[in-house]
């Protein structure tokens, strides 16, 4: 029985670029549940890292305190580490989420062999207790369906997680926002709001996805050839204003790309996606069909170079090819860091000369997250006591605050938290608390490790230069050189004979002084190799290549 | 005394995202005009890349013909490659540029040790005769100041080379586009146009220079604290205008970052940056100034790692600090590809906590590449018979092609031109040349070298999963081993022994094998090694590090 001023924990964990977004636990006593098992992806500076997670070693930590596990939408950012987290957990723990959601994430612990998870479907008023934790879901909106914000009734006080939100009132599936139970929500009382902060930046209200649709329609109605789609794969909305603008104009559906293979199935199955299966045909049939028939749905538009756009555009795909009559949508929105390769791909598809339709040219995307005036609504609705942006960069969060600061939350109620940084809620007043190790780890091949900078800095510096491989091999009493070899990689001299017999040289120079030397050692030979060929390499290339020392002793 | 029918050559050369824009040659008969020797900047799949140059081969091939080098403005992508290009020429080439345009490359060129170029300083209306071909330089609008067009009169032709420009109604400097120069080309007939088409994807027209004043000296007026403006060091226009915003509010000006400190000091020497020396003070003199009597024009408007934005706003700036009272501007645009390092700083200067303006947040800045609206009013007034959409990617080529059949070129007149491709005038007639060989060459350190693809695959493989050497030592006539060494580098598991010891083994194994093997060669005992090891490596970690395998015979 915890004690009467045991304080709620509020910890995120992970998240380089959104405090809150990839996981968040909530701690009472002995109690914790997690919201959002997600990961991150690396950047342009982190080469070879395949995925990040948050380092959730706290979470295994206290394992035996975590009543559940709550996954607000299907997003990768929110579920991709589940698999991760699930393997190192030693029981199974229950996850709660929409059928959507549920079905996506079935799929990927299928790819890891995860057997039987202990799946709990919830929906719009939901009611789940947790321990000492109370939990209420309600419906929110945003470019997944089955997005769900959370309540949280606790001893220490309440909150609302909003999950990823924007406010659609013309959602493509009827199923609105729950304002009626926000608003009771905020009636009763919220001491806490956690609110997505993605667009704090951007003035106004988003548009309804609705807007999209009449778009895509007048489109792909004109094209003469054929259409190709591109869309994030899991923005099911998105895929069935397409689908229903096909049918309605008599062409049918062609799905390419692997996760929009498996997103398509998924929602069909469970019935988010309503397309007759005569309307659906496959890549390897669309030959006999004429151009004016066809609408090609495919991955690819965050320029992705393996995507089925990408193969596509740069005639490199198995079934299907991009001509000059043919027309392209781009109907999403460049993720930032990768304007670059979308734009790559729109030059690729400028020189076959297809017709071209992006976010700049027509509206043919609308954003997922909620802007300035959804934010401010989301706060006069829930009427916070105090308030934690999550999910945005620090500029984005700085905004949020500063949403908050007008719509009359007091500053001091008002927490931008860091990385490690936590709040803790006694009788519903909110502090910050106790900092954690909360760190990210990299998924590195087969491999989940620690985030070591050492590695990480080294394949950057192996990128930059390249690399000399140095060997020595030394015999005998007197330590005589009997053997030097030298091999590049990644160096643009690597073929300068003239050079490698320096480096060669300088070396046999370093192991003679050796020989002729009392007491000095191999470790010392070692650097004395690696510092002489490093300053040769600078002094006749100004490049300073990693240089590989290895002596052996014969 | 060339033939009647020589055709003038038109000859893009390098320009990895823009025909004829780093660098364009036009030869007719052995008289040959370089037009701008510009550079590239590598993108992430280049790592270890320092400068990209165009492939001048052909220029050098043909030095004997090289009459003249002409550069339109002083921006890097049209200067950058002229210190390598004038230490490849065995003679002086003359140079023809604007008084600033040659102030900028002095520097560089002293850098390079280059001594007393051939300068000969032109500007509006200037002529020149360079062999068969004779040049009129135009004044035009831009970012820099000084940007020139040229018209060129050729026995096989005219054409007109528009350099960057945007059409500036009022420009700071009161230095408008010539237009009736312009149209008196266009009365006598201009047979090609090359023109800009940086923004030809743009709708409208381009907002003056002239429109940024305001704002930056309505945000200055009323800072609280210091205010930091962050430009392109050579938009010199902008810069004056921050000097004048400042002066008139009575702040001092403090400049940093090595290349604003170099263009401000060439800009006021030549005349083009007009501020008084009491109004500019050292970077370590402001402490003895209050803070809201200083204005900080300083780099890092792209997000730079090194620049002294990214420094002040991390800390680590040697004289300046930021802090929650200040104000920073933002006074440029992301180039493509930097949108990431450039929120990477707003993130930084979001957790100061200080004041930050951007183009999202006011209008502290305008391109200074001219809109659709610009680029039909050009074709409009020089009514080519054949066009040539220069420096621009793929899609801006292929929209300005477009503007141009808007604009009543007939299509098969317009040349859309890719990498090598080349055009051949005769008797005002254009077709398709002979391809060159119309590659880029890496500056990679010191060095200068070819595009050589295996280096730069290395690397991007070193960068991804790091790398392995292997050595091992055999001996005697029997080669037998006596030694086994493996180590690895940028590798997360580089520290399991287990692992390690596995590696050794499998060496260990292949080289018994060889022993024990009549007529087997050092060769294959290097390529089992490679190949046991990696595959060791991918089945125990799912990742392929390069391996370098040493064979020694000692």
Excluded at 186 to 213: I, Y
Excluded at 234 to 246: E, M, N, P, T, Y
Excluded at 299 to 307: A, D, K, N, Y
Excluded at 432 to 448: K, L
């Amino acid at each position: 029985m915890p004690k009467k001023d045991t304080a709620l924990k509020i910890i995120p964990l992970g998240g380089l670029d959104g405090i809150g977004k990839n996981m968040t636990a909530f701690e009472y006593g002995d109690d914790m549940v997690l919201v959002d098992a997600g990961l991150m992806f690396p950047e342009d500076d982190q080469p070879g890292i395949d995925l990040i997670l948050p380092d959730y070693t706290y979470v295994l930590e206290n394992e035996h305190k975590l009543r559940g596990i709550v996954i607000t939408h299907g997003h990768e950012d929110h579920t991709g580490a589940l698999p991760y987290l699930l393997m190192d957990l030693t029981r199974k723990v229950p996850i709660y989420a929409a059928k959507l959601t549920l079905g996506m994430i079935a799929g990927k612990l299928e790819e890891h062999n995860i057997r039987q998870p202990k799946f709990r479907e919830v929906q719009d008023g939901s009611n789940v207790t947790l321990g000492a934790l109370n939990l209420t879901f309600f419906a929110m909106t945003h470019s997944i369906p089955g997005a769900l914000g959370v309540f949280m009734n606790t001893p220490a006080g309440t909150l609302i997680h909003t999950g990823d939100f924007k406010l659609d009132q013309t959602p493509i599936d009827g199923r609105r926002p729950n304002y009626q139970a926000i608003c009771k929500f905020g009636a009763l009382g919220v001491d806490l709001l956690l609110a997505d902060s993605t667009n704090a930046t951007r003035p106004g209200f988003t548009q309804s996805e609705a807007a999209v649709g009449p778009n895509l329609r007048h489109i792909i109605k004109n094209a003469k050839g054929r259409v190709f789609v591109a869309s994030f794969s899991s923005h099911i909305h998105r895929l069935q204003q397409v689908c229903d603008a096909s049918v309605a104009v008599g062409r049918k559906v062609v799905v390419t790309g692997r996760s929009m293979v498996n997103n398509t199935k998924v929602a069909r199955e469970l019935g988010y996606l309503n397309i007759a299966d005569e309307d659906i045909i496959d890549a390897f049939d669309v030959d006999r069909i004429d151009d004016d028939k066809i609408v090609v749905l495919c991955t690819g538009s965050q320029g992705e170079p393996l995507s089925a756009l990408a193969r596509m555009a740069n005639g490199e795909h198995k079934s299907l090819s991009i001509t000059a009559n043919d027309t392209v949508i781009i109907s999403a929105t460049p993720v930032p860091g990768n304007e670059k390769s979308v734009q790559g791909i729109i030059n690729s598809l400028s020189k076959i000369g297809c017709d071209i339709y992006d976010k700049s040219r027509a509206l043919v995307h609308v954003s997922g997250h909620g802007s300035q005036e959804e934010l401010k609504l989301m706060l006069a609705m829930v009427k916070p006591r105090n308030f934690m942006p999550v999910h945005g960069e620090a500029c984005h969060l700085r905004a949020h605050a500063e949403l908050a600061v007008k719509m009359g939350v007091p500053e001091k109620n008002i927490f931008v938290l860091d990385n490690g940084d936590t709040l803790e809620m006694r009788h519903g007043k909110v502090r910050r608390g106790r900092a954690v190790e909360s760190g990210v780890v990299y998924v590195d091949g087969g491999n989940v490790t620690d985030a070591n900078p050492v590695v990480i800095r080294d394949r950057q510096k192996l990128a930059q230069d390249g690399v000399v491989s140095v060997t020595v091999a030394i015999s005998g009493k007197r330590k005589n050189v009997s053997a030097v070899e030298v091999t590049c990689r990644g160096i643009s001299f690597g073929s300068d004979e003239e050079l490698m017999e320096e480096a060669r040289a300088t070396v046999r120079a370093q192991a003679d002084k050796l020989a002729n030397s009392d007491g000095a050692s191999i470790d010392s030979l070692r650097r004395n190799v690696r510092n002489s060929v490093s300053n040769l390499f600078w002094n006749r290339t100004h490049t300073r290549p990693m240089v590989i020392p290895v002596v052996l002793e014969v």
